[in-house]
């Protein structure tokens, strides 16, 4: 029945062009078959008439406008759905590539998804516990959140997801159902399989679904694994009740990726010659997060970006952040004093968190100490400042304690082990604990009937001496 | 007057169609000459797809499709509705949440589940539903455009006015009873003198795009008091005046808005979420459900309609969402109405038109941004204003626009243009919120141009010297930018006593006065008079402060009494119903003056 074009119109990278064609529809799949043996899939960007142009997911090496078979499939980019795919691993268009043989459903969904319809969202509440003070106490992440890590490369953002996964998830002493679903896009082969020797070594192995796209592999194919990792998130989740955590890495590769397509079909680009529907596109993945009420489940997104040359404001986390709830943000000094994680506190953020903790939450202090904590760091930048002007012997008595607290806070609360698992007990109180270094006038953000019953002046020990390290923190 | 094909998705007679060519994205072609009419809303292919007509020539229509177009087919059929994309004004429309081209989002969840599906139709507004009318003319009046003939009591807060469309005019030859009536029953039929009567419902339908018509507009005269210290005292925005609230990511944009949208005195809000987070939205929905309005007792929901079109929703429907929003805004206004938009953010608005205008292969002007950027953000700000409606009364349109600069920086172009043409600006800023000082407005960088216009309003409402008080808090705050310069350089030690005092009440301001805690029952929303009793206690202190530093006694000796900590919990301590409370500071600042004399006599 279907009809079989032999031959193409025209080569131009990932794009191709094939001209008569009949009844295709826009976003269509189609299948390609080369010299009669290696078979590819591409998708309908555009349509003209009878002209459509495909972007193949595979690349268009070795094809030529001789020896192609082109098919419509008829469908749009769909992918079987099966809770079977938990322990599986795929490749970046959902194929399996673990030998362990197709997947056994008739469940057939278009990975593009649909926009979640504002009022069935349930807004988040639940707070998930990391383990980690510095985004337990700081940044904390909600269920149903979406949190990237803005790192940089050389950073330890691969060992942070992954100790936020351990103890997530295996932190979790209720009967819920968890999953994770990770979905690597142009990832060297080494982070792949560190994530994969994590997830073993933690027994967690079975409830994870892997989607490799590795730098190696074809750039087109990157664009569409995000989608087809969070249609089975979504799946999991909404249909299956389980609490499903996504790990997406590296996005940068996508929106290269974006741009590399965006550029050979001749789009005018906006910023860095990325295309303009950049932003459309990553909220399109971020937004498939959270919490359908009525439904036990949730996804909860934690992609991974490295910033070009630790930029920031680079398009791809500046976009990001106006997308996300929240940032947390790796800093390449605090790495550099070997403090992990090296967790920028200042400029990382947790949207939800007001609504998660605090009482019937976490613990009434929360937000006060977390608001305190910030504001007092914020001081040690600017006492810092002062000192690689004027020299710290210089520093009014006030200014070199910030110093010494802010050396304490970076060592203390912000570093810990790579196995370390805290309770947000232990965090909170290590919280006042440094802040009981500070005299009590200089906490401003807390009220009052808080500070009677949590702050304790603490002495300071007489081994620390305030030796700040200038400039450490990029405050300014 | 064809009543029913108000809002039936069926087009009722010959209408002209095209047939699909092209398919990229959003954007479709028909080829030929179609005859459709530009700006016209029309229907795409089997699933019936809201689109609307873009650019027309000879052989080619371009239209730009509100709803995901994959799955579409060349060769699919295009129906004209013979109507530019329009807007259902009715009662009903408070309390409730739409997508971009006022589709009511409760309404698709019931027919299509939790995601939001393709080609869906339903009604607008509810159009079963019985309101109970009171109809305020009688048979034998004259009434114009504009006028108002009956009142639907619409929530516990709001009276909705129905009101003869703009265009006609006419003698009233029936009225219906009083009684509860849908919104597309007509109810009144006028004789507008052509020889044929017209029956007039409640509905009417008006083009997104256009303005509605209005007498005359004011002057700005009154301020739009929003319980924010930095809002209110320091820059001001006028009941129908337009303000800019640009800030990177993690500033505070979204807070802002809902605090305005929370506890201003406007009698309507109209939130449109404009290409930002799902969540947000559920969240204005779910507490705005919650808390009351202040001023009435009626939940906040009462007066507030929501326009959603979230990040991942059709970026068409996103350009559209901000004008039906303001269309809904000008027919609150045109009841007589205080209406605030809040639109958040109009950033995303801009790069809608630039993805728009990149598929359309526009030649671009500054960073990708087509050219007409400039006018198009002018004539959406300018239809705010505080106007004479048609029908004599007075309302106000006022807009919020939040502005997502790339990057944070405020010279690109969106933030660039915007600020020619609001007359408030709010600059929010990463080293306050990184500090986790909000609402992060920074009063170096933010100005407010009703300052001048209000000041007789606050002079007459307030107190004559609030004005002066406001300057004299902006003078200590500019002192001290500049006197941090020197202690970068040289730390504080070194400074005069007159100046340590300066910076250490300029810290009473900023921590005590700017500051300001959204989720402190208190402090969330603070009334006009307890902002100039914060104010007068601060310049107080700081008289009596500066007294005894004139007298030779040191800062230390001054700061070792708690009375500037007590000074900056005022925010905290004063319950906004106790204002009497300050009468005890002002005598604890003299009790202050006095022991500082004693101690160091």
Known sequence: MPIEYLGLSSINGPLIVLEGVQDAFFDEIVEFVINGTERRIGRIIELYEDKAVIQVFEGSEGMSLRNTHTRLTGHPMEIALSKEMLGRTFNGIGQPIDDLGPIPSRLKRDVNGLPLNPVKREYPRNYIRTGISAIDGLTTLIRGQKLPIFSGNGLPHDQLAAQIVKQASLGEESGEEFAIVFAAMGVKHDVADFFRRTFEESGVADHVAMFLNLANDPVVERLITPKVALTVAEYLAFEQNMHILVILTDMTSFAEAMREVSSSKGEIPSRKGFPGYLYSELASLYERAGIVSGVEGSVTQIPILTMPNDDITHPIPDLTGYITEGQIVLDRNLNGQSIYPPISVLPSLSRLMKDGIGEGYTREDHQDLANQLFSAYAKVGDARNLASVIGEDELSPIDKEYLAFGKEFEEKYIGQGMEENRTIEETLDLGWELLGRLPREELDRVNTKILDKYYHPTKRDEGVTTSASPGSIANK | ?601
């Open chain 2, 1 to 601: 007057m064809n009543t029913t094909s108000l809002f039936s998705r069926e087009v009722m007679t010959l209408s002209k169609t095209g047939i699909i060519y092209g398919i990229n994205g959003p954007v479709i072609y028909l080829k030929g000459n179609t005859g459709f009419e530009m700006s016209e809303m029309v229907y795409v292919g089997k699933e019936r797809l809201v689109g609307e007509v873009i650019a027309l020539d000879k052989d080619r229509t371009t239209i730009q499709v509100y709803e995901e177009t994959s799955g579409l087919r060349p060769g699919e059929e295009v129906i004209a509705t013979g109507d530019a994309v329009s807007v259902i004004l009715a009662p009903g429309i408070l309390n409730n949440i739409f997508d971009g081209i006022e589709r009511p989002l409760e309404k698709i969840s019931e027919t299509g589940g939790a995601f939001i599906t393709k080609g869906v139709s339903v009604d607008n507004l509810d159009k079963t539903k019985k309101w109970k009318t009171h109809f305020t003319i009688k048979e034998g009046d004259y009434v114009n455009g504009g006028d108002i003939f009956a009142e639907v009591p619409e929530t516990r807060a709001i009276v909705h006015k129905c009101m003869i469309p703009p265009h006609l005019h006419g003698t009233v030859v029936s009225v219906k009873e009083d009684g509860a009536y849908t919104i597309e029953e007509p109810l009144i039929v006028i004789d507008p003198g052509t020889g044929r009567t017209v029956e007039i419902p409640m509905a009417q339908k008006w083009p997104i795009r256009t303005p509605r018509p209005v007498s005359r507009r004011f002057s700005a005269s009154v301020p739009l008091i929003t319980g924010q210290r930095i809002i209110d005292t320091m820059f001001p925005i006028a009941k129908g005046g337009t303000a800019a609230i640009p800030g990177g990511f993690g500033t505070g944009k979204t807070m802002t808005q809902h605090q305005i949208a929370k506890w201003s005195d406007a009698d309507i809000i109209i939130y449109i979420g404009c290409g930002e987070r799902g969540n947000e939205m559920t969240q204005v929905l779910e507490e705005f459900g919650e808390l009351t309005d202040p001023r009435t007792g009626n939940p906040l929901m009462d007066r507030t309609t929501l326009i959603a079109n979230t990040s991942n929703m059709p970026v068409a429907a996103r350009e559209a969402s901000i004008y039906t929003g303001l269309t809904l805004a000008e027919y609150y206004r045109d009841m007589g109405y205080d209406v605030a938009i809040m639109a958040d953010s109009t950033s995303r608005w801009a790069e809608a038109l630039r993805e728009l205008s990149g598929r359309l292969e526009e030649m671009p002007a500054e960073e990708g941004f087509p050219a007409y950027l400039a006018s198009r953000l002018s004539a959406f700000y300018e239809r705010a204003g505080m106007m004479q409606n048609l029908n004599g009364t007075k309302g106000s349109v006022s807009i919020i626009g939040a502005v997502s600069p790339q990057g944070g920086d405020f010279s690109e172009p969106v933030t660039q243009n915007t600020k020619r043409f609001v007359r408030c600006f709010w600059g929010l800023d990463k080293s306050l919120a990184y500090a986790r000082h909000f609402p992060a407005i920074h009063w170096l960088t933010s100005y407010s141009e009703y300052l001048q216009d209000l000041s007789h309003w606050y002079q007459d409402n307030v107190s004559p010297k609030f004005v002066d008080y406001r300057n004299r808090l902006m003078a200590l705050l500019n002192q001290e930018s500049s006197l941090l310069e020197i202690v970068k350089l040289i730390g504080s030690d070194v400074l005069p006593d007159d100046q340590k005092l300066i910076l250490e009440i300029a810290r009473v301001i900023r921590l005590g006065f700017l500051q300001q805690n959204a989720f402190h029952k208190d402090d969330t929303c603070v009334s006009m008079e307890k902002q100039f009793l914060m104010m007068d206690t601060i310049l107080y202190l700081y008289k009596q402060a500066r007294a005894l530093v004139t007298m030779g006694h040191p800062m230390s000796v001054l700061k070792s009494e708690p009375i500037f900590e007590r000074v900056i919990s005022i925010k905290y301590d004063v319950p906004n119903d106790r204002l009497e409370m300050f009468a005890q500071y002002r005598r604890d600042i003299d009790t202050f003056y006095q022991n500082v004399l004693e101690k160091n006599a």
